[in-house]
């Protein structure tokens, strides 16, 4: 019986591993691929066949042969342009079709092993849009412009406990990556219409942890804080959940079973945190060794992640949640022993938002705009100071970036040092600039 169950099991694993079921998926949303009609290997000019189990990352090296899906006959510029595309008789394929057609190729390349990625058609633009600004909630963009709001604006305390699962979550998802070191959906059948992520392993999911562990964690937090109906932040977080795991099938970088993979790995992580979150953000504050602690913890973490494997983004994406968490952590512990720490009392509870007026939404802009731009130049900065100080320190060329960022030795301390200062900047510095501005 048990048998009979694992391999079942098994069976059902694999039929939701098939790349086909992504492309089919594409292909229903109106994704459509320009690939031959037969993906050969370029020796032996036979057909490849549609292998979904392949255990082979993409590295910089394959960017323009096909294996990152980049069948394109020459780079052109990233984004979407109107379809030119003849068909049979000479005439538009758009027109022949009857619907509005887009040639599009995706929108951010990975500047750091060069893919830009295959041309491919748009045939539904709205589902392009929503899927794009849902891969985009896992984005590094999309946190350096949440956590500091709500920092800033809403809740000190939620966001700064949401740094913590954030970071852990991304950790504890790449280095399960680069263990398992499952490839990403085969191209073809599977049209990538995003490609910054494809150096990855794919297994499970990172962007459907975090697109689900930071609604569902935001929601434990602020249920009972926070004064709303529970259904309605319940289904605010399922939705945002679904947007993000679906967008990444979308997208052409996950199977099924990686996103579902990643969903409920999430919220084993979110079960494993529940009950030690507030005590974890108390020894932050009063820890008489939390600085110590905080750094030991966070570096270890990192030189774990970085020994898994060879270079991937997914190293760099860690080392830089791990940084922001390093930052965050040891501004609060400053915050609280300088007696700058604002979280209400215990005895206002539960919060309200507070009625919307001009004063209020100006003054929230203004910390929004001011702090946001205090962290992208704090960023830029320290970007601009870290790695020739890094290339210097270690004997390399300074002319080559992109080479110097895949070596550990580089890559690491680099997402440390330029991160962690701008989590500190988000937790402590900018806060005390709005005091001083008149802003707090």
Not at 143 to 166: C, K, Y
Not at 366 to 381: A, C, Y
Request: hydrophobic share 45%.
């Amino acid at each position: 019986m048990a048998t009979d169950f694992v391999k079942t099991f098994v069976q059902m694993c694999n039929y939701l591993q098939e790349p086909r079921h992504v492309a089919r998926f594409q292909n229903f949303c109106g994704v459509r691929g320009t690939f031959p009609d037969k993906a050969t290997k370029p020796e032996s000019g036979q057909s490849e066949p549609d292998c979904p189990g392949l255990r082979k990352r993409v590295q910089s090296s394959d960017v323009g042969n096909g294996a990152a899906g980049d069948a394109a006959a020459a780079p052109q510029v990233n984004g979407m342009q109107g379809d030119i595309t003849a068909g049979p008789d000479g005439s538009s394929a758009a027109a022949a079709a009857n619907v509005d057609t887009t040639r599009a190729k995706p929108l951010r390349r990975n500047s750091l092993t060069g893919d830009v990625g295959q041309e491919f058609l748009i045939h539904n633009k709205f589902l392009f849009y929503l899927f794009t600004f849902g891969t985009e909630l896992g984005n590094e963009m999309f946190f350096i412009v949440f956590f500091p709001f709500l920092f800033w604006n809403i809740d000190a305390l939620v966001s700064r406990r949401l740094i913590v699962v954030w970071a852990w979550n991304l950790f504890v998802g790449q280095s399960t990556k680069d263990m398992v070191r499952w490839s990403r959906p085969a191209s073809p059948p599977v049209v990538k219409v995003e490609v910054f992520y494809n150096s990855e392993y794919s297994m499970p999911s990172t962007h459907a942890m975090t697109g689900t562990a930071i609604p569902f964690c935001l929601f434990m937090l602020t249920y009972g804080r926070w004064q709303y109906p529970f259904l309605f932040g319940f289904c605010v977080a399922l939705s945002w959940s679904v947007l993000v795991c679906v967008s990444r099938v979308y997208m052409g970088m996950h199977s099924i079973l990686e996103v579902i993979t990643g969903f409920l790995y999430s919220l084993l992580i979110l079960a494993f945190f529940q009950p030690i979150l507030d005590k974890i953000d108390t020894f932050y504050m009063m820890g008489h060794y939390a600085p110590l602690a905080i750094i030991f913890s966070h570096v270890s973490l990192g030189l774990v992640a970085f020994s898994l494997d060879s270079w991937s983004t997914s190293r760099g994406d860690t080392a830089q949640a791990l940084g922001t968490g390093v930052g965050a952590a040891l501004a609060t512990h400053v915050n609280y022993q300088l007696g700058l720490m604002l979280d209400p009392p215990l005895s206002s509870l539960p919060l309200t938002l507070p009625s919307l007026s001009t004063g209020l939404v100006v003054r929230s802009l203004l910390r929004f705009l001011i702090g946001v731009v205090v962290l992208l130049i704090t960023r830029m900065v320290m970007k601009a100071m870290t790695i020739p100080f890094l290339c210097r320190l270690f004997g390399l060329p300074t002319d080559d970036v992109r080479r110097a960022r895949q070596l550990m030795r580089v890559e690491l301390p680099y997402r440390y040092i330029v991160y962690s200062v701008v989590g500190f900047s988000c937790v402590c510095v900018v806060p005390l600039l709005f005091r001083i501005l008149n802003l707090a």
